[in-house]
């Protein structure tokens, strides 16, 4: 098992059918680490209200938080959009079990950086645009996820690597690369605003490390179409790792 001082893992979406909730629980059982940080978008509320779809991987990612919990590894779930009902029990009860619920908190690097963690949704200047525009948004992402399993099984029965559509337009669509930069300078202006080194954040299933203007931008990807999770090293570097999507 490879340890870790920290994991920030993100945009799991449980509850629909695009997570890769069996790749996420693969990893889990490989990698330890004595902090386990929860970046939003873990249970996708916003599918469950509309349908019921809880698969038992679903469950057995859930049980392999609580088990990190009771096993001492400190647990935070920072809330997105996508799990936004559970903002309320913030203010009630501050935690579930072991587990820590925050809309953000504060990390202090090894490195001896102050990171902002935070889903990141506030930053999205589409969240602004109304609910009519914000749940189209997410429909148009759900008919993608679909395409995206129709062929990733096709290119399996081909031996063809897992290739993702949605991560294709995501990098290749003038526009979407304009919003993804967007987003980026957002988070990094707040940060130089606060005080903060650096930001680690989620939300937009795009995993990367980079350096804005001085600010050390991470984002922790996703287990929808990129299996991606960041991690602090004891040696204080960090880096992005890409598990297997099979």
């Excluded at 001085?214 to 984002?219: C, E, K, L, Q």
């Excluded at 991606?228 to 204080?236: G, I, K, Q």
Aim: charged share 20%; proline share 1%; aromatic share 12%.
């Amino acid at each position: 098992m490879k340890k870790y001082r920290s994991i920030f893992i993100s945009d799991i979406h449980l509850g629909t059918h695009g997570s890769k909730a069996a790749q996420l629980c693969s990893f889990l059982k490989a990698n330890d680490a004595e902090n386990l940080i929860l970046v939003g978008d873990i249970i996708d509320g916003w599918r469950l209200k509309e349908r019921w779809y809880w698969p038992q991987e679903h469950s057995n990612v859930i049980r392999r938080i609580l088990t990190a919990a009771k096993r001492q590894t400190s647990v935070h779930y920072i809330l997105g959009n996508h799990d936004e009902q559970f903002r309320h029990w913030i203010k009630d009860i501050g935690k579930i079990g072991e587990i820590h619920l925050a809309n953000r908190m504060d990390y202090m690097g090894l490195d001896g950086k102050n990171y902002l963690v935070v889903h990141g949704d506030m930053f999205d200047t589409l969240m602004h645009g109304g609910t009519f525009i914000i749940h189209l948004g997410d429909k148009i992402y759900d008919i993608l996820i679909r395409l995206n399993q129709v062929l990733a099984w096709i290119r399996s029965k081909l031996n063809l690597p897992y290739w993702s559509f949605s991560k294709w337009i995501k990098h290749n669509t003038k526009r979407a690369v304009q919003y993804i930069g967007s987003y980026e300078q957002h988070l990094a202006a707040y940060c130089v605003q606060k005080g903060y080194d650096g930001v680690i954040c989620g939300h937009i299933h795009a995993a990367e490390i980079k350096n804005i203007e001085g600010v050390i931008y991470m984002n922790d990807g996703d287990w929808v179409e990129s299996c991606t999770a960041l991690v602090e090293n004891h040696d204080s570097s960090w880096e992005i790792i890409h598990w297997p999507h099979a």
